[in-house]
């Protein structure tokens, strides 16, 4: 937090998005969702810092529209984080508002592994991963108004955001790890093996 420029005495709310900046994954919706956000709750956005981690053919264009709307004091393009791990355990929410072909994302399970509250596009394997209401929140593909609602009621109850965050990683614990994984991959080759 201190090398993206907050300071100690800093008690808000980070949000995080670590993907690539391509259209499918929805870094536009996001925007207007914080917009949305922002003309309702303006009060809510002086606790708030998003960090649009990565880079891609689209970085430009979204930069343009963040200024465009207002946000460049909420929202930070941070580049290509080479401590993606340290980043991601600064975070207070990860967003992933992916709108088109994902399949079972990394980044939401890593988030959870952290212990870090999810917010996420209700896409491809999203839904195995995330339990509605108890791990994190699921909002519909491309919907501004379900994103920003999301938003609101988890930035509005740190409480919630810790809650999430833990059972996030109790199921991350219990039904991803490294040795659940293993043992899942086992039990396929055995399957097919006999």
Not at 31 to 36: H, K, Q, V
Not at 58 to 70: C, H, P, S, T, Y
Request: overall charge negative; glycine content about 10%.
């Amino acid at each position: 937090r201190q090398r993206q420029g907050l300071d100690s005495r800093f008690n808000g709310i980070v949000i995080g998005v670590v993907e690539f900046m391509e259209e499918r994954k929805g870094h536009r919706v996001l925007i207007e969702a914080l917009a949305d956000l922002a003309g309702r709750q303006p009060e809510l956005m002086e606790k708030l810092v998003v960090w649009f981690e990565g880079d891609g053919y689209l970085k430009g264009d979204l930069e343009i529209r963040v200024a465009a709307m207002g946000l460049s004091g909420v929202v930070r393009f941070i580049g290509h984080e080479g401590h993606i791990v340290n980043m991601m355990n600064a975070l207070d929410i990860l967003v992933l508002p992916s709108i088109s072909n994902e399949d079972f994302p990394n980044v939401t399970l890593e988030a959870m592994g952290l212990g870090k509250a999810v917010i996420a596009s209700s896409l491809a394997g999203t839904p195995e991963q995330i339990i509605h209401g108890e791990t994190g929140l699921l909002v519909e593909p491309g919907n501004v108004e379900s994103l920003a609602e999301a938003i609101f009621q988890m930035v509005s109850d740190p409480d919630l955001i810790r809650r999430m965050g833990a059972s996030g990683k109790r199921r991350f614990d219990e039904c991803f790890g490294a040795d659940i994984a293993v043992k899942k991959y086992v039990q396929l080759y055995d399957s097919l093996t006999t």
